[in-house]
């Protein structure tokens, strides 16, 4: 038998060894891109996929009060000498996820419904109450938590507060309270100090610290503005 008419031999170990291995890459490689892509979409989505929900949400809350605040505002005045007051031990108290008040803080550009809680489904719809703590009207410490970076972020830039900015909260009567920024501070997610009642009127905004990440809060506390006693906010 000639050199040329000899038998081919079978590939050898190491080029089979290398076909594996450039299989197990494809595929280790493809898995790998298909796990980033995921991972992207998901970040996508908490970032801004989330914001569509609570917008939405917040549409219908909204379009909900201010029909609220028009049919309250109608209501015919009571009668001089009368008292058809209500106390608050008397009040009804809201349900779970309804909306309590509407928020405007012009420093950071937010105007939004605040709802009643701040369990996770709460949070989606918008800036939560802390059921507990007296209601916007109510004497004593006004305690609401919001998302900073998901669902429409409304804490995103509560840092940039600073003393003596007005945030604003109306009542479903179509009533306003005024509060001003007194005090900015970073706390331990442990200090639930911040939430307690106060013998004085003020609202306290809660939300994690920094961005990104659940570590601190980040709390921000105003006195409720009496034109009585203080000049007015510029």
């Known amino acids: 038998m000639s050199r040329a008419e000899a038998p081919l031999k079978a590939p050898g170990k190491k080029l089979v060894s290398a076909e594996r291995s450039g299989r197990v ?3 280790t490689g493809r898995a790998l891109i298909s796990t980033g892509t995921l991972i992207l979409l998901f970040l996508a989505y908490q970032l801004w996929g989330t914001g569509f929900i609570t917008s939405h ?6 379009q909900k009060f201010f029909a609220g605040v028009r049919q309250a505002q109608a209501m015919p005045r009571p009668v001089l000498g009368t008292d058809l007051t ?5 009040a009804a108290k809201p349900n779970l996820g309804s909306g309590i008040a509407l928020m405007e803080i012009p420093k950071i550009n937010l105007s939004m419904v605040v709802v009643e809680g701040v369990s996770v489904g709460d949070l989606k719809l918008g800036p939560g109450h802390y059921p507990g703590t007296p209601l916007p009207g ?15 972020h ?9 003393v003596g900015d007005p945030i604003t909260l109306t ?4 009533t306003k309270d005024i509060y001003l920024v007194s005090e900015t501070k970073v706390v331990a997610p442990t200090a639930v100090e911040v939430v307690s009642n106060t013998p004085d009127d003020r609202l306290t905004l809660t939300t ?3 961005r990104y990440s659940a570590a601190q809060r980040l709390v921000v506390v105003g006195e409720l503005y009496n034109p009585q006693a203080k000049p007015a906010p510029s």
């Open 138 to 152: 109510e004497p004593g410490n006004v305690v609401i938590s919001g998302h900073r970076t998901t669902y429409l």
């Open 208 to 210: 994690c610290n920094p």
């Open 25 to 27: 890459l494809r595929w």
């Open 171 to 174: 009542k479903p009567d179509g």
């Open 86 to 90: 209500t106390t608050p031990a008397q």
């Open 57 to 62: 949400h917040q549409s219908a809350l909204k």
């Open 154 to 162: 409304p804490f995103y830039n509560l840092n940039e507060l600073t």
